[in-house]
């Protein structure tokens, strides 16, 4: 299986400043890597798709780059819906992985 | 119309099995792919399965395989998940999301691009 490994595990924020979380898969993996946000107790909601695609009615701060075994997500102008965890996932190869998550605290 | 709806909360004991359902809309069970991702108390994001419904095919994680059985009712667009032989560490939020669904060479597999997600099901295994 493919490992997916994120950095930091958890970080602190002002509103309006630039996040930037990164992640590592343990083999080329392409642009196959989504991102996740989860809010506590709610299920993930998808913002990033193939490495740089944003998902539909996801606000343009967020941004996603990379290809490879190196990827990232940033946030540009944080705002404070923007906290909770932030999860990177492979869908190159079966099966699906996922990064063990960076907490945002706003 | 909310994409994925799921079955309630339930609590199980060691050595049963569990069945969780998630239902889907009539353009999702046609055109897309459900998979099954459970989340421990506090931990992170594992996937245990998935289905395209319109063939019907299943993969499965194999760390699952023997013990997880993915189905789908095309008559009521509702996917379900049964996990049998429960153990204390299979204590989770079940989620079903959309995915992709694609063929090449004649096999056809799940993606694992989980557009949109149910709202979760807790599954609590006590004795």
């Known amino acids: 299986d493919i490992q997916m490994t994120q950095s930091p595990s958890s970080l602190s924020a002002s509103v309006g400043d630039r996040v930037t979380i990164t992640c590592r898969a343990s083999?080329?993996?392409?642009?196959?890597v989504n991102w996740y946000q989860q809010r506590p107790g709610k299920a993930p909601i998808l913002v990033i798709y193939?490495?740089?695609s944003l998902q539909s009615g996801v606000p343009p701060r967020f941004s996603g780059s990379g290809s490879g075994t190196d990827f990232t997500l940033s946030i540009s102008g944080l705002q404070p819906e923007d906290f909770g965890t932030y999860f990177c996932q492979q869908s190159y190869s079966s099966p699906p992985t996922f990064g063990p998550g960076t907490t945002v605290d706003v | 119309q909310v994409p994925l709806v799921q079955s309630g909360a339930e609590v199980k004991r060691p050595g049963s099995s569990v069945k969780v359902s998630c239902k889907a809309s009539r353009d999702t069970f046609t055109n897309s792919a459900i998979s099954w991702v459970r989340q421990a108390p506090g931990q992170g994001l594992e996937w245990l399965g998935g289905?395209?419904?319109?063939?019907?095919?299943?993969n499965y994680a194999q760390k699952f395989q023997g013990r997880v059985t993915i189905t789908a009712d095309k008559s009521t667009t509702t996917a379900y998940l049964e996990l049998d032989s429960l153990k204390f560490e299979d204590t989770a939020v079940y989620y079903c999301?959309?995915?992709?669904?694609?063929?090449?060479?004649?096999?056809?597999?799940?993606?694992?691009?989980?557009?949109?997600w149910g709202q979760g099901t807790l599954v609590t295994v006590s004795s």
């Open positions: 289905i395209i419904p319109i063939f019907p095919v299943v």
């Open positions: 193939a490495a740089s």
């Open positions: 999301a959309r995915d992709v669904g694609y063929c090449k060479n004649d096999n056809c597999h799940t993606k694992g691009d989980f557009e949109v």
């Open positions: 083999q080329s993996i392409s642009t196959s």
